[in-house]
C-alpha cells in the first residue's frame, strides 16, 4: 500500500478551510488505496485527531503566529528560524516512520522551504517523492498600474526555489500552484516550472436544489469577515440597498466572527447590522455540515476582495459556489474574474467600488432567474475540474514519476 503523509503545521482548529481541505483529499486519496496520515499542529481540536490519522507535531505555525511567538531577529533571518522550527518536528517523526511514497504540503510559505530542501537532500527516509503546493504568489498587485511587481523578499524567495532545481529535474519534488497567475509569477521568479493543480471541494457539494425566481431570494458572504475580502465594502453596499430601499425584497447573510482593523486604525464591526430583519449575522465558526447546508439555502454569492490580496489567490467559497451552480457577485480584474468567467455566472464589480456593488446586487435581484439559469448550466464544468479525483489524480500520479 502507497503511503501519503500530508504536513500542514497550521491545521490546528476549524477555524478556516484547512481541515476540510484535508479531508477532502485524504479520503479520496483512501478511496485510490492510498494510507494517509497527517502532520498537524500539537493543539489540534478534537474533531480534527478523530477524523484523521494525525501526529500533532507542530509548536508554531507560521501562518497563525505571524504575530506572536516570534524570535528575535525574526525580521531578518526568520526563514531560517522557522526552517529550524520544522526540521526539530519532521526529522524525528520521519525517522520513526516507514518510507513515505509521498509527502504532501499544502500551504509553503518562504519560510519553510529551507527545512524542507535540508529534509529531501540529507534525511536518511526521506520521501520517494515531496510535493510542495503554494496558494500564496510571489507578486505585489499595483492598482494604478493593474500589474504584479516582485518585492525585495521575493528574491530570497526565488533564491530558495533554485535550491530545488536538481530535486525538479530528476522528479523528485513538484513545484505547485492553484492559478494561473501565480504560476506566471513563480516561473518567472524561479525559472522552473510549476504545475498548475485544481482546488479540490468534496463531492457532497452538488447543490440539487433548484431555487424559485420568487422572492426573497438569499445573498451571501461567507468565510471570516477581513478587509481584504471586502468585508467593509459589502457592509457599506447592504447599509446603502438597505435605507434606499426599505421594501427590497430579499435578505443577506453575513459570517462575521470578530470585528477587524481598517488601513485607518479604525475598528470595523457588524453591530449596526446585526438586528435588521433582512439581514443574519453568523458569528460562529461552521462545522462542514453546517456550511453545506446554508449553501443550499443560498441564492447569490457576495465576493467583494480586494485585488491588492486577491488577484492571484484562489477563493474556496468562489469554487463551492460554481460547483453548485450559485451564482456570483465577483471583483473584477484577478482570479476572481477568471474562475466566474470559465466556471461560473454572474456580475462583476470594480475593484473597491461600493457604487459598483450596490448596483450589481439591485442587478442580480431583479434578473435572478436568468442568471441562476445559465450557472447551473455550466456547473458541470466546475464539478469536473475542481473535484477531489482531478486534484488526486494528479497529485498521486506524481510519486509514480519519480526517478529511482
Given amino acids: 500500500m502507497k503511503r501519503l503523509l500530508?504536513?500542514?503545521?497550521?491545521?490546528?482548529?476549524?477555524?478556516?478551510?484547512?481541515?476540510?481541505?484535508?479531508?477532502?483529499?485524504?479520503?479520496?486519496?483512501?478511496?485510490?488505496?492510498?494510507?494517509?496520515?497527517?502532520?498537524?499542529?500539537?493543539?489540534?481540536?478534537?474533531?480534527?485527531?478523530?477524523?484523521?490519522?494525525?501526529?500533532?507535531i507542530f509548536r508554531y505555525a507560521r501562518y497563525l503566529d505571524n504575530k506572536t511567538n516570534r524570535l528575535p531577529g525574526d525580521r531578518y533571518y526568520g526563514f531560517i528560524s522557522h526552517s529550524i522550527r520544522q526540521l526539530k518536528a519532521l526529522w524525528p517523526l520521519l525517522n520513526q516512520q516507514t518510507q513515505y511514497d509521498l509527502v504532501f504540503s499544502p500551504t509553503v510559505m518562504l519560510h519553510h522551504l529551507l527545512a524542507w530542501w535540508v529534509l529531501m537532500t540529507f534525511h536518511p527516509k526521506k520521501p520517494?517523492?515531496?510535493?510542495?503546493?503554494?496558494?500564496?504568489?510571489?507578486?505585489?498587485?499595483?492598482?494604478?498600474?493593474?500589474?504584479?511587481?516582485?518585492?525585495?523578499?521575493?528574491?530570497?524567495?526565488g533564491s530558495?526555489?533554485?535550491?530545488?532545481?536538481?530535486?525538479?529535474?530528476?522528479?523528485?519534488?513538484?513545484?505547485?500552484?492553484?492559478?494561473?497567475?501565480?504560476?506566471?509569477?513563480?516561473?518567472?521568479?524561479?525559472?522552473?516550472?510549476?504545475?498548475?493543480?485544481?482546488?479540490?471541494?468534496?463531492?457532497?457539494?452538488?447543490?440539487?436544489?433548484?431555487?424559485?425566481?420568487?422572492?426573497?431570494?438569499?445573498?451571501a458572504c461567507y468565510g471570516f469577515a477581513r478587509y481584504e475580502k471586502g468585508s467593509d465594502l459589502l457592509k457599506s453596499a447592504i447599509k446603502v440597498v438597505l435605507a434606499k430601499q426599505p421594501d427590497f425584497s430579499s435578505n443577506f447573510s453575513l459570517q462575521w466572527i470578530d470585528p477587524f482593523m481598517l488601513p485607518n486604525g479604525s475598528s470595523c464591526h457588524i453591530n449596526d447590522l446585526q438586528l435588521h430583519p433582512k439581514v443574519t449575522v453568523i458569528d460562529r465558526p461552521l462545522m462542514p455540515i453546517a456550511y453545506q447546508q446554508l449553501l443550499d439555502q443560498t441564492s447569490c454569492m457576495i465576493l467583494p476582495y480586494r485585488n491588492s490580496s486577491y488577484y492571484a489567490r484562489v477563493s474556496r467559497v468562489a469554487i463551492e459556489s460554481a460547483y453548485r451552480g450559485i451564482p456570483i457577485i465577483y471583483t473584477k480584474g484577478g482570479w476572481l474574474e477568471e474562475v466566474v468567467l470559465e466556471f461560473g455566472v454572474g456580475i462583476g464589480i470594480k475593484d473597491e467600488s461600493v457604487e459598483n456593488l450596490v448596483e450589481a446586487i439591485n442587478q442580480m435581484n431583479i434578473n435572478y432567474s436568468s442568471f441562476r439559469q445559465q450557472a447551473m448550466e455550466k456547473r458541470t464544468q466546475a464539478q469536473q475540474y475542481f473535484s477531489s479525483q482531478n486534484f488526486c489524480q494528479q497529485l498521486l500520479r506524481d510519486s509514480f514519476m519519480t526517478v529511482r
Fill in 6 to 56: 500530508i504536513v500542514e503545521e497550521a491545521l490546528r482548529d476549524l477555524k478556516a478551510h484547512w481541515f476540510e481541505y484535508i479531508k477532502t483529499i485524504a479520503e479520496e486519496s483512501q478511496t485510490k488505496g492510498w494510507s494517509v496520515e497527517v502532520a498537524c499542529h500539537q493543539d489540534a481540536a478534537p474533531e480534527i485527531r478523530q477524523t484523521l490519522s494525525s501526529f500533532p
Fill in 128 to 157: 520517494r517523492h515531496l510535493t510542495l503546493f503554494f496558494v500564496t504568489n510571489p507578486g505585489i498587485w499595483n492598482p494604478q498600474s493593474k500589474t504584479a511587481t516582485f518585492p525585495k523578499s521575493a528574491f530570497l524567495l
Fill in 160 to 219: 530558495l526555489l533554485k535550491l530545488f532545481r536538481r530535486q525538479v529535474e530528476q522528479g523528485k519534488v513538484t513545484l505547485a500552484v492553484e492559478t494561473g497567475g501565480a504560476q506566471q509569477e513563480f516561473e518567472a521568479l524561479a525559472h522552473m516550472p510549476f504545475t498548475l493543480m485544481p482546488h479540490p471541494v468534496p463531492n457532497s457539494a452538488t447543490n440539487s436544489v433548484i431555487f424559485a425566481s420568487t422572492q426573497p431570494l438569499n445573498f
